[in-house]
């Protein structure tokens, strides 16, 4: 990465690369000071072995403020490893990660898992679920309850919140653990595979609700998917990786108007898109 490319821009805020929970004096932190137009996440230097395995060496990317990126690629490439470290769930052996300057913890980050049934409170009922981060941000009770009340508007669903989760079916569930993430108004939106455990009627439906909710809140988004079409159809740009170890494959933006749907999935530039990302995927698990 060059200072003279012209896509990069300096860096304003000091020098990040000692603000980082994993800051170091390898050559990333020059790199740090160069990023393009736009970028609310910094990646630099990421390394992370698994054994003797290496996933991600000196792995450096920038990724879009208030864009959803959706990330494809081979099966055990990493996909789910890289938004781990990137929202601070998982640690990493070396390089720097930083949102606008700060770290993960002094972020605002919402993460959404595949798995609803294991990320809920079993003990709460769905509201007390949804309201659960609002405590971490000092807020009194009646601006939980506004900012409860404005999420529940947006996404203009009616299931009964004071219903305990295994009260709830699969998809209700899903759609708590997305109002929980949501209600911090999270400058960050980590979403892993949110829909796979659902059936079909349901993942269309919390599909479309997220979309709109994302749209009208503009929320940094980074979602890994297993469905080239959904990754496609929520995505303003497709980011596939390599196999292991891994790198950036290609960066394919997709900017049709919202919201999609259905109708979306036939036209001309969601068939290229979805043609262009399936070529890389094939060359890449094709690779010995
Ligand atoms: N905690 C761990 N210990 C050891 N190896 C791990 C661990 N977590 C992940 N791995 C390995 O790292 C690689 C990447 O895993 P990861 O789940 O991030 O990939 P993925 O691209 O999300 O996979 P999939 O497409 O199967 O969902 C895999 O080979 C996996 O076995």
């Given at each position: 990465?060059?200072?003279?490319d012209?896509a990069?821009?300096?860096?304003?805020?000091?020098n990040?690369?000692?603000?980082?929970?994993?800051?170091?004096?390898?050559?990333?932190?020059?790199?740090?000071?160069?990023?393009?137009?736009?970028?609310?996440?910094?990646?630099?230097?990421?390394?992370?072995?698994?054994?003797?395995?290496?996933?991600?060496?000196?792995?450096?990317?920038?990724?879009?403020?208030?864009?959803?990126?959706?990330?494809?690629?081979?099966n055990?490439c990493?996909?789910?490893?890289?938004?781990?470290?990137?929202?601070?769930?998982?640690?990493?052996?070396?390089?720097?990660?930083?949102?606008?300057?700060?770290?993960?913890?002094?972020?605002k980050?919402?993460?959404?898992?595949?798995?609803?049934?294991?990320?809920?409170?079993?003990?709460?009922?769905?509201?007390?679920?949804?309201?659960?981060?609002?405590?971490?941000?000092?807020?009194?009770?009646?601006?939980?309850?506004?900012?409860?009340?404005?999420?529940?508007?947006?996404?203009?669903?009616?299931?009964?919140?004071?219903?305990?989760?295994?009260?709830?079916?699969?998809?209700?569930?899903?759609?708590v653990?997305?109002?929980?993430?949501?209600?911090?108004?999270?400058?960050?939106?980590?979403?892993?595979?949110?829909?796979?455990?659902?059936?079909?009627?349901?993942?269309?439906?919390?599909?479309?609700k997220?979309q709109?909710?994302?749209?009208?809140?503009?929320?940094?988004?980074?979602?890994v998917?297993?469905?080239?079409?959904?990754?496609?159809?929520?995505?303003?740009?497709?980011?596939?990786?390599?196999?292991?170890?891994?790198?950036?494959?290609?960066?394919?933006p997709?900017?049709?108007?919202?919201?999609?749907?259905?109708?979306?999935t036939?036209?001309?530039?969601?068939?290229?898109?979805?043609?262009?990302?399936?070529?890389i995927?094939?060359?890449?698990?094709?690779?010995?």
């Open positions: 990465m060059s200072p003279d012209s990069l821009r300096l860096v304003s805020a000091g990040p690369a000692e603000a980082g929970d994993h800051a170091d004096t390898g050559d990333h932190a020059e790199r740090f000071r160069w990023f393009a137009p736009g970028t609310h996440i910094t990646i630099r230097g990421l390394t992370k072995t698994f054994g003797d395995t290496v996933l991600y060496e000196d792995f450096d990317l920038d990724l879009p403020r208030g864009k959803v990126v959706s990330i494809f690629g081979p055990g990493g996909k789910s490893t890289l938004i781990n470290m990137i929202s601070g769930i998982m640690d990493y052996d070396a390089g720097t990660i930083l949102f606008d300057g700060k770290t993960a913890r002094e972020t980050i919402g993460y959404v898992f595949q798995n609803y049934r294991e990320a809920g409170f079993p003990w709460l009922r769905a509201i007390d679920n949804i309201r659960y981060p609002l405590k971490f941000l000092r807020l009194t009770k009646a601006e939980q309850d506004a900012r409860i009340e404005k999420l529940l508007a947006s996404f203009n669903v009616s299931i009964d919140l004071n219903r305990y989760p295994y009260e709830l079916s699969g998809g209700q569930q899903q759609l653990s997305i109002m929980r993430a949501l209600v911090i108004d999270p400058e960050v939106l980590f979403l892993d595979e949110p829909f796979s455990a659902l059936d079909y009627e349901m993942t269309l439906f919390l599909r479309d997220l709109a909710v994302l749209t009208e809140m503009q929320v940094t988004s980074l979602l998917s297993h469905d080239l079409d959904e990754a496609v159809e929520l995505a303003d740009e497709v980011l596939l990786l390599t196999r292991k170890p891994t790198s950036v494959a290609a960066r394919i997709f900017d049709a108007p919202r919201p999609r749907n259905a109708e979306t036939v036209t001309p530039e969601f068939i290229d898109v979805k043609t262009r990302s399936l070529e995927f094939q060359r890449e698990v094709r690779k010995p």
